[in-house]
């Protein structure tokens, strides 16, 4: 899925017949007066979450155009490092959604409008869809410390600082760059191991395989 800054249409490419469609265009009325910033769509493949800067507000769509959501001004977007205009915006399910707002992440109940602190003095979050868990990071003494948050526990794991590239490849097994290590951790037992070396650039649907590239820049894959 990319989006077509020039027909401000979220378009869809099946590789394996060289397809494209177009899945839905933002309303001129929001695409002619500010820059999209990101879209998401939905679990359920049926809504698209759009966001804009400056002010930083949220809409969410039906794929045929109805309107679910609008919420002008949702979020501060001004951060610790002061240099971010994304609100990091990820859907938790199929009618919430979870965003950077200042300093915090929130979640959002697109049905009732009701937005809540999820967690305090973090950002970035990375979440595992239609489950608990998500990946936050911190500032810790200086260093940005990653963990892994259970919603439903509140439970923090430390996974560790400066990580990268983070996918969870289901509920049960999280993968990310440490530097060049490639680890993957089990969350349910708290446990990582180094898998590889490389650059992760992406997983297969199904989670079956990681995409990395090696420092030859060859693009390799590890099985699960």
């Known amino acids: 899925m990319v989006f077509d800054s020039e027909t401000n249409s979220i378009l869809a490419r099946d590789f394996k017949n060289s397809e494209t469609k177009?899945?839905?265009t933002i309303p001129s009325d929001i695409s002619k007066k500010?820059?999209?910033?990101?879209?998401?769509?939905?679990?359920?493949?049926?809504?698209?979450?759009v966001t804009i800067p400056n002010p930083m507000s949220l809409y969410v769509f039906s794929l045929e155009g109805e309107t679910f959501y609008k919420g002008e001004g949702i979020a501060d977007t001004v951060t610790r490092n002061n240099g971010t205009e994304s609100i990091y915006l990820q859907w938790?399910?199929?009618h919430t959604v979870i965003f950077q707002d200042y300093r915090d992440i929130v979640k959002l109940d697109i049905e009732t409008g009701m937005k809540e602190m999820l967690i305090k003095d973090a950002q970035e979050p990375v979440?595992?869809?239609?489950?608990?868990?998500?990946?936050?990071?911190?500032?810790?003494d200086r260093s940005n410390t990653y963990f892994l948050f259970d919603e439903i526990k509140k439970k923090e794991i430390t996974l560790g600082t400066d990580l990268d590239n983070i996918y969870f490849i289901n509920k049960n097994k999280l993968i990310y760059n440490e530097g060049d290590k490639i680890i993957l951790f089990d969350t349910a037992?708290?446990?990582?191991e180094m898998v590889g070396n490389g650059h992760i650039i992406g997983i297969s649907p199904d989670g079956s395989k990681v995409?990395?590239?090696?420092?030859?820049?060859?693009?390799?894959?590890?099985?699960?």
């Open 22 to 24: 177009v899945l839905f």
């Open 34 to 49: 500010h820059q999209v910033y990101d879209v998401k769509l939905s679990p359920d493949k049926n809504k698209i979450a």
């Open 92 to 94: 938790l399910n199929e």
């Open 127 to 140: 979440v595992c869809p239609d489950s608990s868990l998500m990946v936050v990071k911190r500032h810790i």
């Open 189 to 192: 037992l708290s446990t990582k």
């Open 211 to 224: 995409y990395y590239v090696n420092d030859q820049y060859v693009v390799d894959r590890y099985y699960y």
